[in-house]
């Protein structure tokens, strides 16, 4: 995919610090625990795509991305603190899209907490809630996309 690359599994001590580092706002907003930071990224790191998005050798952003059978699951899309707000989180979105027209995949599915602020950014860039799912301690939503045409 245009500017990112695929992460290894050697990079996993990388990837892990990144996350802990770009969902701390997320965590500190909603009050409870960021769902990507309750996963063993081993298993991640086997199971699905993860692509790091670098200016300069610095990580700015990492997609993780999990192929199913009926769509492309945007498993944690993340920016570094210092790149929030420039657009990264638009090109890491356009980049997913482009991955499932890749793949022959038409929608996009991803989950987020009822609380975290960029529900409404999902919204905005063409997600809409499919169901909502209480769960201890936060309401999970839903979400999916139609994968747009180029």
């Known amino acids: 995919m245009r500017g990112l690359r695929r992460a290894s599994s050697a990079e996993r001590a990388r990837l892990e610090d990144f996350q802990r580092a770009a ?9 409870a625990r960021a769902i990507p930071l309750e996963w063993d990224y081993g298993e991640i790191l086997e199971q699905c795509e993860v692509w790091f998005d670098e ?5 700015t952003g990492v997609l993780i ?32 899209f482009e991955r499932a027209r890749e793949l022959g995949k038409r929608r996009v599915g991803l989950i987020t907490n009822g609380l975290n602020p960029a529900l ?3 919204r905005r860039m063409g997600f809409s809630i499919d169901r909502e799912e209480k769960q201890p301690g936060r309401l999970v939503i839903h979400m999916s996309a139609d994968v747009p045409a180029i």
């Open 120 to 122: 409404s950014w999902y």
């Open 65 to 96: 991305l999990r192929v199913l059978e009926q769509e492309l699951f945007l498993e944690s899309i993340a920016t570094a603190p210092e790149v929030a707000g420039s657009g990264r989180g638009r090109v890491l979105l356009e980049a997913t």
């Open 55 to 59: 200016s300069d050798g610095v990580l």
């Open 23 to 31: 969902y701390a706002r997320t965590e500190a907003t909603v009050g």
